[in-house]
């Protein structure tokens, strides 16, 4: 961007960088072309301006050698140039890059712009381009006339714009501005007086008044003229900006007010136009009182009538709400209406209270407002008042018959939260205890009102130490933020709010206190409340908050308060029967998913009667089993003993989906709670048993694991029940391969295999065939185990199954590349990742690629198995995370990185030695601390089960 600037020193920006044009007459040639730009300048005229009644001997050569270096240096900028014009010189460049032009230009358009406000912002654009004197570093009698000029402009702008800003309510700005006696005559010194006046400084306006009287008559010998004369009137009588008092009713606002930069800037853009309304909405203890005081003070001076202020009392602990006709009998006696006079009838009030607002530029405040009923009788009746409203309700009414815009409060993040606790406590107390200021931060949960009663405890108690109180919030955050006033109670906030819902949203209310959760769905919580219209009632009164598109979520202090109200509250019959249409809810779909999810066995999950909602794909499926995962877990660790059959129906239910994918710790504690509430000889207890034990074989938990697997498979002979003894006997054959027990692996998969064939469920013997392949690959005969996976995928094929066919192409992979067949093996490893990654098959992505990486050499080799590493942690699987690790440091100690070699195989070794697996042996040759293992091989999981 090229910038030609002569409003100051004479100056060439391009992409701001100023360039050097030379010495001073160099600098003149440029400015007399800048000036007439676009326009032929002769070189008479070029010459008289430069050099005036004193030109060289030579003035046509030395105006030549000027131009060309001119022009020299004007050749580097995109649409800049001099040109030959017959008799003259051209400047070529777009007017607008020319300051004084585009000064002009901006004045011009302010001039013929109806609207106020946009013809200042084009004023203050044009003034901005004056950097001080222009043309301030060239003397010649061309240059001061023309300076003289261009400040004569200058002056008439700025008296321009200081009119419009007393026409908008701006006149802060009049005043802000440096007093220069000499500068705008009269017409300046009545814009002065007039800005003291509307800035309610009567007395300052009349001795102002005064002050350019006298010196009109001591210098002129005159008076002051009419627009003078008449402010002096208006001071006199008090007409000023209307009639009646001008009422400053704003509380004083809060000293330690912080943060909430983004709110005050959205409460300056919709307040910006004349007649504006904006509410500030939000649960209570956000702060939104601080915020709407903290900006009405801030821009007050906008205001010049006043600023009406009422606390409405719409949520207040300690008293009603303040009726609309008492606030505006208020209203009335601030605007100077004396008692006798105001009407009996509230509607004579309202219409009396319109009328005096109708041409005035007020403020009005309404904080705490119950809902729209008790605002519209409140609002002005002209155009050029303002009002800002507070509420817990977002006042849909308003906001839709009143055109307002909506202001939703949040919590503060933890960096406007740390701001606002230092500010009250000093930054040296928390950064003193860093520990306990964190942890108060994160129980106080970004609420202004806790964080300020706790500085309010902290300042009552000077001695006590920040981990005190950290305790005490952390054994009973509620007590603790409490000062033993109601207005300083987060409780007493909260029972406000409670206590304005009706009595079904009040139960709905209480109702969400059974969630287990941060969050909840809006199926889900249409089935615990009984009715879909409590959410939307409850995210209107801020007490519920839709985070994301059909999830809601409390406050966890507001969860905290309505887990106390339910428990207290409602019966144990009430609870129980709430608890059971949630419960109901996500059996129903949860198994719904399932069968998209995994539709080839449904023999695994227990029947659900009861509605099932539908779902698009099996993608939709698992992602509504991603979004409730949490829920549901926690839901059934929390769950009453009445509701143990749905606990237990929940973990069959969701077993396939939490091992497939990878969420090994919340399938242990499903799986564990179930466990414990089934009854011993049951059906249930055996697959209960055998989903712990299946758990804790990734979790590397062999003995545990093997001791359940051990009771399921006793329980499944003596029922004689094939489908559990098939998936028990492949878990159990994992554990001994992994430990390099093969003939006993091997006797297990075999008597899996029968047992599958007996049940009759293909994918049974699917599971059981592509295990068999998988054990052949480890002992080393890829031939034999290419025979087996070849017949699992055929099944795979038939059915379509993906869940079958993924594991198949990995270990056809491996096995692939011991008959040293690259090529297929890369293949056949590529669709498994695919398959893997498209059904969000964790445990096949982690081992199909450290198999992978087990092909592979180098940086290749390094890259997959830190992905598998990783996807190992996340998921706690200690066996995969061991061979990732062992990979590693194999693949670091070729490359000749002997320290993170190193590290990683002390690291392989630790969980090796932990899963009694034989591979700990060739680490440790490997660290140089054994003897070389008489055979090694991969062992792996496979499928593990049915």
Known sequence: MVELRVLGAVEVVAGGTRLDIGHARQRDVLAALLLDVGRA?????????????????????????????L??????????????????????????????????????????????????????????????????????????????????????????????????????????????????GERAAA???????????????????????????????????????????????????????????????????SGRTAELAALDRMLTRDGAVAVISGAGGLGKTWLAVRWATDHASRFPDGQLYVDLRGFDPAHEPVPAERAVRGFLGALGVAPASIPPEPDGQAALYRSLTARRRLLVVLDNARDTRHVTPLLPGGPSCSVLVTSRHELGGLLTTHAASALPLRTLDEDQARELLAHKLGAARLAGEPEAAQEILGQCGGLALALAIVAARVAAQPRRRLAE?????????????????????????????????????????????????????????????????????????????????????????????????????????????????LFDHYLSSASAAADLFSPHEPYVRPPVAGPRPSFASDEAARAWLDAERATMVALA????????????????????????????????????????????????????????????????????????????????????????????????????????????AREQLDLAHEAARRTGHALLEGIALCNIGEHHRWCGNHAKAVEYLRQSGRIAENLGSAGLGGPVLAALGSAYAGLGRPGEADDHF?????????????????????????????????????????????????????????????????????????????????????????????????????????????????????
């Open 41 to 69: 300048v002769p070189v008479d005229r070029l010459i008289d301006r430069v050099w005036g009644e004193r030109p060289p001997r030579q003035p046509k050569n030395s105006l030549y050698a000027y131009v060309s270096r």
């Open 71 to 184: 022009r020299a240096l004007l050749s580097a900028l995109d649409g800049v140039t001099i040109e030959r014009e017959r008799d003259g010189y051209l400047l070529v460049a777009d007017p607008l890059a020319v300051d004084v032009h585009r000064f002009e230009s901006l004045l011009r358009r302010a001039r013929a712009t109806a609207d106020d406000h946009a013809a200042l912002a084009l004023y203050d654009e044009a003034l901005a381009l004056w950097r001080g004197t222009p043309l301030s570093d060239l003397d010649s009698p061309w240059v001061d006339g023309v300076r003289s000029e261009l400040e004569r402009k200058h002056e008439a702008a700025v008296l321009d714009r200081d009119d419009l800003r007393l026409r908008t309510g701006a006149h802060a700005a009049v005043l802000a501005r440096p007093v220069d006696a000499d500068a705008g």
């Open 191 to 257: 814009q002065r007086v007039e800005a003291l006046f509307l800035d309610g400084r009567p007395a300052d306006a009349l001795r102002e008044y005064e002050r350019v009287r006298a010196r009109l008559a001591d210098e002129l010998g005159a008076d002051p003229g009419p627009r003078l004369r008449g402010l002096h009137e208006r001071i006199l009588t008090g007409s000023g900006t209307g009639t009646g008092p001008e009422p400053r009713q704003l509380p004083a606002a809060a000293p330690s007010f």
């Open 469 to 581: 109180l950290a305790a005490e919030l952390r054994e009973s955050r509620l007590d603790a933020l409490d000062t033993g006033e109601l207005a300083a109670s987060l409780r007493a906030v909260f029972d406000a709010s409670y206590r304005s819902l009706s009595p079904a949203a009040a139960s709905a209310f209480r109702l969400l206190g059974l969630v287990p959760t941060e969050d909840i769905g809006r199926a889900a919580a249409t089935a615990l409340l009984g009715n879909a219209r409590a959410v939307r009632v409850l995210c209107a009164a801020h007490l519920l908050d839709e985070h994301q598109p059909g999830r809601f979520r409390m406050h966890d202090l507001v969860k905290l308060y309505a887990a106390e109200l339910v428990a207290t509250t409602d019966d144990d019959a009430t609870r129980l029967t709430a608890s059971t249409r």
């Open 637 to 744: 660790t929390s769950a009453p003993e009445a509701l143990a059959g749905h606990v237990v129906r929940l973990s069959a239910t969701l077993w396939r989906y939490l091992h497939i994918g990878a969420h090994h710790y919340e399938a242990l504690t499903l799986h564990t709670t179930a466990l414990a509430l089934t009854r011993p000889g049951t059906r249930e207890r055996g697959f209960a048993d055998h989903a712990v034990g299946m758990t804790l074989i990734f979790l590397g938990r062999f003995d545990t694991a093997a001791e359940h697997l051990e009771r399921a498979l006793s329980l499944a002979l003596r029922q004689r029940n094939d489908l559990l003894e098939s998936m028990t006997r492949n878990s159990i054959a994992t554990i001994e391969d992994i430990r390099g027990h093969r003939p006993e």
């Open 830 to 946: 590529r669709r498994a990742l695919e398959f893997a990654r498209v059904g969000g098959n964790t445990n096949l992505e982690v081992t199909a690629l450290n198999d992978l990486a087990a092909t592979k050499s180098g940086a290749e080799a390094i890259s997959l198995y830190e992905k598998a590493l990783a996807l190992a942690r996340r998921s706690g699987h200690l066996r995969e995370r061991a061979l990732a690790q062992h990979g590693l440091g194999v693949a670091h100690r070729a490359a000749g990185n002997h320290a993170e070699a190193t590290s990683q195989l002390e690291a392989a070794l630790a969980a090796y030695t932990e899963l009694r697996a034989p591979e700990a042996e060739e680490v440790r040759v490997l660290l140089g601390e054994g003897v070389e293992p008489s055979c090694a091989g991969r062992s792996g999981d496979g499928l593990t089960s049915g």
